[in-house]
Structures are given as C-alpha cells and as structure tokens.
C-alpha cells in the first residue's frame, strides 16, 4: 500500500506526497481585498517545507460574501493580479496550488457586510448568530455566476484548480442542511431540492473553466448535530457532486464550524473512509492530525489519498520533514 510519502496523480496534478495544506484563513489581505506580501511570504514558507498540494484560504466570489475584514476576495478582474503573484510564487518551488471559493451565507454578520446577511431561509444558524434573508431566485443565479466568475479568474491567475467551499456551516452547507434550509421552492423540500444550488453552482463553475481543469470541494459531510447532515447523506452528496463534476473530495463536516469542540485526533476520517467507498475520485481527509504516524497509517490503511494537516502545519511550516523523521525516512 502506498504511504505518506507516496507521491500521487490527482485529475493530471503531481502530487509529491500525500500531505495537504488545507484552506486556513490569514485574515491578512491587502485594504483591497487582494493578496498581500505576507500571504505570499506565509505560502511560499509551507510550499518549501515539502507539501504536496496547497489549498489557499476562503476567497469570497461576490462583496455579499464576506466573512470577515480581512478576507481575500476574487469578485473583480482587478484582484486579479496579485492572485497570479501568489500561485506563481507556490509554483516557483514545485508544488501545485488551489484556490478555495466561498460564500458565507449567515455566517457572517451586517458589520462585515453593511446590509442584512442572506441564506437559504431565513434561519440563523444553530449557534445564533444573525437571521438572515432569504434568497430568491434571481439572487441564486446571481451568486451562481458570481462562483463562476470567481473561478474563471483563479484560472487566469494561474491555479491549478479551484474548490468550491460546501462545509462548516457556510452559504453551501446552509442550503444542504436541514437545519437551515427551509425552503418549500425547487432550492428546498428534499436532499436532490438542498442540493440543486450547490449542485447549479458546480455546473456553472465547471461550464466555464473547461472539462479539463481541477475541481474540488469541501464537503461537509457531517453537521454533527441533530437533525442536520448525517454522514449517510453525507455519502449521498459525495455521489450527488462527483456526477455534477467534482474531481476530488475534500472531507470535512461541522456545521457550526472547522474544529467542532471535543474533536479527536482523525476526526474526519471515518466519513472520509465511507466516502472513499462509494466513490471513484481521490479522498482528502482532515481533523487534529499532527503526527507522521497517524497520517501515514491513514494513508497505509486505504482510509484517504490524502491527509490535510491544518494548525499543525501553521505551528510547524517544515510538518512534512518532521513527520518523515519520525518515520525514520530521509
Ligand atoms: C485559522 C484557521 C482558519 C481556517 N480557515 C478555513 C478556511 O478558510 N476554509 C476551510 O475550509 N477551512 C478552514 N479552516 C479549517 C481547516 O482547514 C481544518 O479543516 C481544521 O483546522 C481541522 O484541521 P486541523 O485539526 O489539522 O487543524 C481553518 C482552520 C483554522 C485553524
């Protein structure tokens, strides 16, 4: 069986190992929106400590969007070329890059937006928070084609793929959960109604890269909560995204965010395991995993293709050296 360290082919990207950097959030963008120096600088160092695959932080594809102050946005053409800077530094030291795209829905708050937050229905979310506007139509197809937009700008900046964000509880897991998806139009009523908007926004964002360009997504496989996503519907939308599209399956879950409390060290890879069953595409798996060991065992044991190492990688930017001392490898 492969191990950590085995490299990998995912939708024609070469992967030198297994280890992935995950989207985690600077919150350090330019007063634009667009990439600064210290995001490039924080990048480059993680590329250079031996990854094999960057996933950049959620950008937001439309002003609406944001999540908070700081946050890189690709919603203008203009942005644009600070983005190119940033893929072709990571590509500088040989690794591929993502870029991940993101609406926050409910999850965000009219201070960082300055107008009412928007979602499915008019629902906050488990955890409070502001109740939002309910969508309409018209303001679908917008945000739609806002991801699209968003995507096609990520490909002229030069990335390898993009992934659309569907988990911890932003604007796409808000519309497949049940918990705050209430609507009794074609966007509601049952999983096949939850999930035609994050269903739409695939098709739109693979219509316009092209068939042959690497999608992603993050999928929230698991609300852990009652009465939200459970990891057999999680199964159900892993299959629901590969025919719309997807080319790799990010796992991940929690509804009301990343790093649920209590989490466990392997904390998705269960869902990632019975994900990786029902599906024919690569697998990441994500949660507290900080040792060469556990990472290497995940991989040995056909639970995941690939491991993602969040703060444990923003502790240690040199993780993978780390981890193959441990593994007594070069
Ligand atoms: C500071 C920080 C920012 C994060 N930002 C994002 C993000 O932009 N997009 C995302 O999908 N997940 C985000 N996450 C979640 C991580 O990608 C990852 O799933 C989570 O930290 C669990 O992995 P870990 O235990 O290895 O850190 C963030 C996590 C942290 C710690």
Known sequence: MPGLFSPIEIDGLNLKNRIVMPPMETNRATPEDGVSDWIIDHYVERARGGVGLIIIEHTFVMPNGRFSPHQLGLYK??????????????HAEGVPCILQL????????????????????AVSLPTGGEVPRELSTVEILEIEHAFASAARRAKEAGFDGVEIHGAHGFLLNQFASPLTNKRNDEYG???????????EVIQEVRDTVGPEYTLLYRLGADDMIEGGITIEDGVEIARLIVNAGIKV?????GLIGSRPPDMIPGQFVPQAARIKKAIDVPVITVGLITTGELADDIIRDGDADLVAIGRALLKDANWPKTAATDLGLE
Request: hydrophobic share 40%; aromatic share 4%.
């Open 102 to 121: 993101n609406h926050a829905g409910s999850r965000t708050t009219t201070d960082a937006i300055g107008e009412q937050p928007v979602s499915a229905s």
């Open 189 to 199: 009523l049952d999983m096949a109604g939850r999930m035609r908007f994050p269903i």
């Open 249 to 253: 399956v990010d796992v991940s879950g």
């Open 77 to 90: 053409d203009d942005l644009v070329s600070g983005f190119r800077q940033l893929a072709d530094a990571i």
